[in-house]
């Protein structure tokens, strides 16, 4: 087993505006170790948010390959990507994305009926909804929530599934310092449970400093080290 659980090599993305080709990433390569805590760092527009995307299958790279625990995603057709994501790989958004007619608890439960992993559901919703401090929210519906809270039930909805690899855009950035300061302690508490391999775009040092190591991405390139110093 590679201690290695994510792999990209020479990750590039290109769109085409009006015949006009536009690279957003350029032969990007990033290793990541199991059991990691890494920040991305960039400012607006350097191509953080699609490196994310198609490091948790969402997005499919021009060229490059991506290897998640030794299975080369690139090769994976359209149904077995779905299947891979919805079993290896928790997603966090920073508009929470949950769906407002089920309430809180029913949020979290949904990965479970994606998933094939042998999961008591109602015990992992209790676990889940007990570590993010909403127990007396259970039954609330997003638009009963505050901004922390809806980000808290959409952490906990991503870890439902049990995933090896967590990844987060911009987790903290609609949130105020306090609620920010809960959702980072969440993160350290699975990670320290769990062993889980967290990969967070954040443009906050303070959030960044947290993790164990920081890349950083400017005009499509990644660097090892802030390139603005």
């Known amino acids: 087993m590679s201690e290695y659980i994510l792999e990209a090599h020479n990750i590039s993305k290109s769109v085409y505006l009006e015949k006009e080709r536009l690279r957003i990433l350029k032969d990007v390569s990033l290793q990541v170790k199991r059991g990691e ?11 953080k948010s699609t490196l994310l995307s198609i490091l948790s299958c969402i997005d ?3 060229s490059g390959e991506v290897r998640i625990d030794g299975i080369y995603v690139s090769d994976l057709n359209k149904d077995e990507l779905t299947e891979f994501r919805n079993e290896n790989i928790g997603i966090i958004f920073q508009s929470f994305n949950l769906i407002p007619v089920l309430n809180a608890e029913e949020n979290i439960e949904v990965p479970l009926f994606f998933s094939k992993k042998q999961i008591d ?3 992992k919703v209790n676990e889940l909804i007990s570590i993010v401090g909403l127990k007396d929210k259970k039954n609330s519906f997003p638009k009963q929530l505050s901004g922390g809270e809806q980000q808290r039930v959409a952490i906990a909805r991503a870890l439902a599934g049990e995933p090896k690899i967590l ?3 911009e987790p903290t950035g609609a949130l105020d310092s306090k ?5 980072l302690d969440i993160f350290d508490e699975f990670r320290k449970k769990y062993n889980m ?3 967070i775009i954040t443009h906050d040092i303070k959030v960044a400093e947290r993790t164990d190591r920081i890349v ?4 499509g390139e990644l660097y090892e080290r802030n390139p603005e110093r």
């Open 197 to 199: 391999t967290i990969v």
């Open 121 to 123: 559901g109602e015990s």
């Open 37 to 47: 805590y890494l920040a991305i760092m960039g400012p607006s527009g350097s191509g």
């Open 60 to 62: 499919t790279q021009t």
């Open 216 to 219: 950083y991405i400017k005009d």
């Open 179 to 183: 609620n920010s300061e809960i959702v």
């Open 167 to 169: 990844f987060a855009d």
